[in-house]
T-cell receptor, first 116, second 112 residues
Framework: NAGVMQNPRHLVRRRGQEARLRCSPM?????VYWYRQLPEEGLKFMVY????????ESGMPKERFSAEFPKEGPSILRIQQVVRGDSAAYFC??????????????FGPGTRLTVL | GDSVTQMEGPVTLSEEAFLTINCTYTATGYPSLFWYVQYPGEGLQLLLKATKADDKGSNKGFEATYRKETTSFHLEKGSVQVSDSAVYFCALSVDGGFKTIFGAGTRLFVKA
């Protein structure tokens, strides 16, 4: 079983460009989460999606950031007009459709975004 | 609101030393508790978990016991190895696991 896949693993953008990060959840998982990890800091929740629905985007900056999880294809985290402060590691996680006690999240390897 | 607090790092130990990383939580309801580990350059991996009071999660020599009375889930290992050097995250989940809250992480360095 392939795990959670993210691409690209490394992304370099100049200020003002757009960054597009992709996440393919584990097979059979319909819940996707995006987190941001700044250098030497912990994991900050950004957004939680199911297919075609944003469930919780309380951690997303109000401007320039958007996320989607279409019916077909990977989940996309889009950052428009990137600034240096967006430089971070962005992690995607997925979980199966049935919840319950002990329902864990499975993480991808992350995309490391560097804004020049 | 729900939250997780874990001890600040970095923690530096010599090989074969005893490890404790403290974690306490606040939650409404009855959360499940987790420890995740992040090795350099990688994503997080589940290390162990516990779903009810007095449960002990264990894996790779690491243990943690769900203590409802002290709202704690401290991570312990009797004899650490250099390969245990990583960042450790305590976490809780509510709402059937669809909302997970992570602590800030504790970096562990183990010296040979």
């Amino acid at each position: 079983n392939a795990g959670v896949m993210q691409n690209p693993r490394h992304l370099v953008r100049r200020r003002g460009q757009e960054a597009r990060l992709r996440c393919s959840p584990m097979k059979g998982h319909s819940h996707v989460y995006w987190y941001r990890q700044l250098p030497e800091e912990g994991l900050k929740f950004m957004v939680y999606l199911q297919k075609e629905n944003i469930i919780d985007e309380s951690g997303m900056p109000k401007e320039r950031f958007s996320a989607e999880f279409p019916k077909e294809g990977p989940s996309i985290l889009r950052i428009q007009q990137v600034v240096r402060g967006d430089s971070a590691a962005y992690f995607c996680a997925s979980s199966p459709p049935r919840g319950g006690a002990g329902n864990e999240q499975f993480f991808g390897p992350g995309t490391r975004l560097t804004v020049l | 609101g729900d939250s997780v607090t874990q001890m600040e790092g970095p923690v530096t130990l010599s090989e074969e030393a005893f490890l404790t990383i403290n974690c306490t939580y606040t939650a409404t309801g009855y959360p499940s508790l987790f420890w995740y580990v992040q090795y350099p350059g990688e994503g997080l991996q589940l290390l162990l978990k516990a779903t009810k009071a007095d449960d002990k999660g264990s894996n790779k020599g690491f243990e943690a016991t769900y203590r409802k009375e002290t709202t704690s889930f401290h991570l312990e290992k009797g004899s650490v190895q250099v390969s245990d050097s990583a960042v450790y995250f305590c976490a809780l989940s509510v709402d059937g696991g669809f909302k997970t809250i992570f602590g800030a992480g504790t970096r562990l360095f183990v010296k040979a």
